[in-house]
């Protein structure tokens, strides 16, 4: 059974930074590209970031590029969003997400991930 337990939310005034984590068990993390995703009041969940199981690509919503990173540790089991200069409109409940089949590169799309954590709020401060 695959389990996603994301950590590291929190409140954060605006231009700080954050560091969220998303442990995976259940599968052979290494073999698999991983994305966090978020959704804001209101509104659809929206891709933030994606890294392949090679760790050799990654990316990144236009919202975000330049300000956040996607990194894993597969000694960790452990995908990290590393987000800074963090404004207002990135305010979201954040969710790392896995996809059912192995050794596939990583994906933008939402429909491409099978596995969802519960997800850990990210409120940013004007």
């Known amino acids: 059974q695959v389990q996603l337990v994301e950590s590291g939310g929190g409140l954060v005034q605006a231009g700080g930074s954050l560091r969220l984590s998303c442990v995976a068990s259940g599968l052979t993390f290494s073999r698999y590209s991983m994305g966090w995703f978020r959704q804001a009041p209101g509104k659809e969940r929206e891709f933030v970031a994606s890294?392949?199981?090679?760790?050799?690509?990654?990316g990144y919503a236009d919202s975000v590029k330049g300000r956040f990173t996607i990194s894993r540790d597969n000694a960790k089991n452990t995908v990290y969003l590393q987000m800074n200069s963090l404004k207002p409109e990135d305010t979201a409940v954040y969710y790392c997400?896995?996809?059912?089949?192995?050794?596939?590169?990583?994906?933008?799309?939402?429909?491409?991930?099978?596995?969802w954590g519960l997800g850990t709020q990210v409120t940013v401060s004007s």
């Open positions: 997400a896995a996809p059912k089949s192995s050794f596939t590169d990583y994906s933008t799309t939402l429909t491409s991930y099978d596995y």
């Open positions: 890294i392949s199981w090679t760790v050799r690509s990654t």
